[in-house]
């Protein structure tokens, strides 16, 4: 297996973030469909291509055949029932960190955030649901349905086979911190949402160690899907009801 040094870990999640990010940045500008739906779709075909390429190339090395098989390595089988329930169990304690951090956190970068967003067009703030149903019922459900599959299933699956299973698995350093590191490193690629790293850190480092320890990657995968469909079911009955 091709070992990675923190300077390859940190290239490996910069990079894809900062083509996103700068993509979203720069056509925002320009952007006449709703924000979300326009960094789903650079989401699409920017991060999801060059995170699984990544992977694929780094199967190539460590097994001889482009596949996904380099996310999985020292990975173990754990009953569906039980990957369900841990996933669960998190999931609601990542529902009282919302109820309860998030809004602390929220408060502090109030004033920072106001500022960020008052330099850039209004539809850069995801939270303005006003905004959003300005358009027309058919591009508002169209948006519904791509910010669901993308949000709900394809980003949360990718990111977590390539955050928990490729990164986690292929750094050099094997220590009980490094799952947390991955997940401090996750929070903070979300350069399109940079207030929320208190609350993203508390509510994924716990379930990227129960993963790494019980060796499956599929507990933090039903984990992160939980959270965006939770996520999904607030958007669409904020834009459509």
């Known amino acids: 297996m091709n070992k990675l040094d923190t300077k390859g870990l940190l290239l490996r999640i910069l990079i894809p973030t900062a083509v996103l990010s700068l993509s979203y940045l720069l056509l925002g500008f320009y952007c006449n469909?709703?924000?979300?739906?326009?960094?789903?779709?650079?989401?699409?075909?920017?991060?999801?291509?060059?995170?699984?390429?990544?992977?694929?190339?780094?199967?190539?090395?460590?097994?001889?055949?482009?596949?996904?098989?380099?996310?999985?390595?020292?990975?173990?089988?754990?009953?569906i029932w039980k990957v369900l329930i841990i996933a669960f169990v998190f999931f609601g304690i990542a529902g009282l960190l919302s109820a309860f951090v998030a809004p602390i956190e929220n408060q502090?970068?109030?004033?920072?955030?106001?500022?960020?967003?008052?330099?850039?067009?209004?539809?850069?703030?995801?939270?303005?649901?006003?905004?959003?149903?300005?358009f027309s019922k058919p591009i508002l459900i169209f948006t519904c349905i791509y910010y669901g599959i993308f949000n709900g299933l394809v980003a949360p699956i990718t990111e977590e086979l390539f955050f928990r299973g490729y990164l986690t698995s292929h750094y050099e350093?094997?220590?009980w911190f490094t799952p947390i590191l991955i997940a401090i490193l996750f929070s903070l690629y979300h350069f399109w949402l940079p207030f929320q790293n208190v609350f993203r850190i508390l509510a994924f480092a716990p379930v990227a160690y129960v993963a790494y320890k019980k060796k499956n990657l599929y507990i933090s995968i039903c984990f992160?899907?939980?959270?965006?469909?939770?996520?999904?079911?607030?958007?669409?009955?904020?834009?459509?009801?």
């Not at 992160?224 to 009801?241: E, K, P, T, Y």
């Open 224 to 241: 992160h899907c939980f959270c965006n469909l939770f996520s999904v079911v607030g958007f669409v009955s904020a834009v459509l009801r």
């Open 108 to 134: 502090i970068f109030a004033e920072m955030r106001s500022n960020v967003l008052h330099l850039l067009p209004i539809g850069f703030d995801w939270t303005n649901f006003e905004y959003v149903k300005t």
């Open 33 to 79: 469909i709703p924000y979300i739906l326009l960094f789903c779709i650079l989401g699409t075909v920017i991060l999801v291509p060059i995170e699984l390429g990544i992977m694929l190339f780094a199967s190539k090395k460590d097994y001889g055949t482009y596949s996904l098989k380099s996310a999985f390595a020292g990975q173990e089988k754990i009953a």
């Open 173 to 175: 350093k094997q220590t």
